[in-house]
């Protein structure tokens, strides 16, 4: 499918999911809950979100161990500076543009960049499975998320699978690259070995028990803290809702990150939240409130600390347009 084309079926796609939201809204009742927001409570919800970036650079800095010169602050950088990729540039390109940022200027190579990153998605998986199994604890989840947790079920154990077999066993990724070298096109082959190599790259780290141990730790605490700042801005805008609401609307509004958009999530994100909330809010217009306050929020932070970061490192965005689009390229 042409670029063109993609994008606007994200734009698309991204209207219909801002008119769901918008729908049916008493704007008197959202303008009530802003005025009636706590704005500490904001602020602290935003912080607790940044942090969450925080552990996420420390979790990156030991998917990409050895890498001497290496720093947190370092992999918080470029982590900001995907973020901001995907809040304004087309087609996601935010992995994409951190791991060719890392790759290149830290000399590690692009694909071992894009194999950590990788790793880091199997793990993302696991946890928010493993929050929604919790959730079943507490709640009778709608037909559709179990419908949704099946299939994560699903994708995860292959990944899973997957990984083990790349990260544990180097010499069967030798044989296995071999046949694949004999049985398919020279190019396919090349193509898929590549995949195969850059992928055990970025999972080096976990071959090691005390590697996997603190990416597992890392990897609950991210998502233990962003489940806490969820539930810090939902009682900012005076939700009733229980403290375990914040982890379902987590969940649910992630689960939406498969959705094509436009960038920055708008709408997709809006009326997940909208839909999440509706099992204990059922006035649309301070749900409302709370999806496009928090909205606004992530994305200044996005935009504000991306832009520093990239201004920092001496690129432009129309530059790491073009170097993550040539990457992409080169990857595919």
């Keep these: 499918m042409r670029s063109s084309s993609r994008f606007a079926i994200g734009v698309l796609i991204s209207a219909l999911f801002l008119f769901l939201a918008l729908r049916n809204v008493e704007w008197v009742e959202v303008l009530n809950a802003w005025r009636a927001a706590r704005p500490l409570g904001l602020a602290a919800g ?37 973020y901001l990729a995907n809040t ?13 940022l890392i790759g290149r200027k830290k000399k590690l190579g692009v694909g071992r960049a894009l194999g950590s990153i990788a ?9 928010v499975i493993t929050i929604t199994l919790l959730l079943t604890l507490l ?6 998320i179990q419908a949704g947790l099946a299939s994560m079920i699903g994708l995860a154990l292959v990944a899973l699978a997957i990984l083990l077999a790349l990260s544990l066993n180097q010499e069967r990724l030798h044989r296995l690259t071999a046949v694949m070298a004999r049985l398919m096109p ?43 700042a969820t539930l810090v801005w939902v009682r900012a805008f005076n939700l009733a809702a229980p403290w375990y609401a914040g982890y379902f609307v987590l969940v649910v509004v992630n689960l939406g990150s498969a959705i094509p958009s436009s960038p920055g999530y708008i709408g997709v994100y809006h009326y997940l939240a909208v839909l999440a909330l509706s099992m204990w809010v059922p006035e649309r217009g301070p749900a409302l409130a709370y999806a496009i306050g928090t909205h ?7 935009i504000s600390l991306g832009s520093f970061f990239l201004a920092r490192e001496g690129v432009s965005l129309r530059s790491l347009e073009k170097q993550s689009e ?3 390229k080169v990857d595919r």
């Design 46 to 82: 935003a912080l607790m979100a940044v942090a969450c970036w925080g552990i996420g650079a420390i979790r990156w800095r030991v998917l990409l161990a050895p890498a001497p010169g290496l720093r947190i602050r370092d992999t918080f950088a470029y982590i900001s500076i995907g």
């Design 88 to 100: 304004v540039l087309p087609f996601r390109l935010g992995e994409l543009a951190r791991a060719t």
């Design 119 to 127: 790793v880091e998605r199997v793990f993302d998986l696991l946890t």
């Design 139 to 144: 709640m009778k989840i709608p037909p559709a």
């Design 186 to 228: 020279h190019r396919v082959a090349e193509r898929l070995v590549g995949l195969a190599t850059s992928f055990a790259g970025g999972a080096g780290a976990i071959r090691r028990p005390s590697g996997l141990a603190a990416v597992v730790g890392l990897s609950a605490a991210l998502w233990t803290v962003a489940g806490a």
């Design 296 to 302: 606004a929020l992530i994305t200044l932070a996005n």
């Design 326 to 328: 040539e990457s992409g």
